[in-house]
């Protein structure tokens, strides 16, 4: 699988290991393990999926570029795989779900990797974690119409976010904080699941 994202074009080592490190089979379930390391989404239940290695190993890049990812944000921590993916770069991880069986699935799978410096919490992801803000990084798992402000407001000065974006096609969006000023830069476009307010 690592092999394969470098020839996609990954060029993060630190995103590479980090992939390399964090098992996928143990996030989907037992009858799809044999397609656990193809470059593909797979359901999770829930209409949810677990994300194809390459977009996770891309939007980590993105946000990457050159810095620490610091204290994360992910919101949409599904079945737990980014989160486990994130916890080896970032500083810490908050991982935000608003599915309760997904979370507790996400727990039960993170539980065998002992990964102290994640922490994961059942809320409403498009409202953020406002009672642990401000966030270096955060990267949303789901796509939105638009930018959510309120996880804009959540991002420390110097913060990097990346959101899809788009009622249609959608396109992984950053919006980098510098003081006041939100910069936003578009890159590929990509397929995810709706971001949903609310919690069940």
Same mark, same amino acid.
């Given at each position: 699988?690592?092999?394969?994202?470098?020839?996609?074009?990954?060029?993060?080592?630190?995103?590479?290991?980090?992939?390399?490190?964090?098992?996928?089979?143990?996030?989907?379930?037992? +009858?799809?393990?044999?397609?656990?390391?193809?470059?593909?989404?797979?359901?999770?239940?829930?209409?949810?999926?677990?994300?194809?290695?390459?977009?996770?190993?891309?939007?980590?890049?993105?946000?990457?570029?050159?810095?620490?990812? +610091?204290?994360?944000?992910?919101?949409?921590? +599904?079945?737990?795989?980014?989160?486990?993916?994130?916890?080896?770069?970032?500083?810490?991880?908050?991982?935000?779900?608003?599915?309760?069986?997904?979370?507790?699935?996400?727990?039960?799978?993170?539980?065998? %990797?002992?990964?102290?410096?994640?922490? %994961?919490?059942?809320?409403?992801?498009?409202?953020?974690?406002?009672?642990?803000?401000?966030?270096?990084?955060?990267?949303?798992?789901?796509?939105?119409?638009?930018?959510?402000?309120?996880?804009?407001?959540?991002?420390?000065?110097?913060?990097?976010?990346?959101?899809?974006?788009?009622? +249609?096609?959608?396109?992984?969006?950053?919006?980098?904080?510098?003081?006041?000023?939100?910069?936003?830069?578009?890159?590929?476009?990509?397929?995810?699941?709706?971001?949903?307010?609310?919690?069940?």
């Amino acid at each position: 699988m690592v092999e394969r994202l470098r020839e996609q074009g990954i060029r993060d080592e630190a995103v590479l290991a980090a992939m390399m490190r964090v098992p996928r089979h143990l996030f989907v379930d037992q +009858g799809l393990a044999y397609s656990a390391y193809d470059d593909t989404p797979l359901p999770i239940g829930y209409q949810q999926t677990i994300s194809q290695p390459y977009v996770v190993a891309r939007m980590i890049e993105i946000l990457r570029a050159g810095r620490e990812l +610091g204290r994360t944000l992910e919101v949409g921590a +599904g079945c737990g795989y980014q989160a486990a993916v994130l916890s080896q770069i970032a500083t810490e991880v908050f991982a935000v779900e608003r599915i309760r069986p997904l979370l507790d699935l996400a727990r039960e799978n993170l539980r065998t %990797l002992r990964l102290a410096n994640v922490r %994961l919490k059942y809320a409403d992801g498009s409202l953020g974690l406002p009672e642990a803000a401000p966030f270096d990084t955060i990267i949303v798992a789901a796509g939105a119409r638009e930018l959510p402000a309120s996880l804009k407001q959540q991002l420390a000065a110097g913060g990097r976010m990346l959101v899809p974006v788009g009622s +249609g096609d959608q396109h992984l969006t950053l919006v980098e904080r510098q003081g006041n000023v939100y910069r936003e830069s578009r890159f590929e476009a990509v397929r995810f699941v709706p971001l949903l307010t609310g919690t069940e």
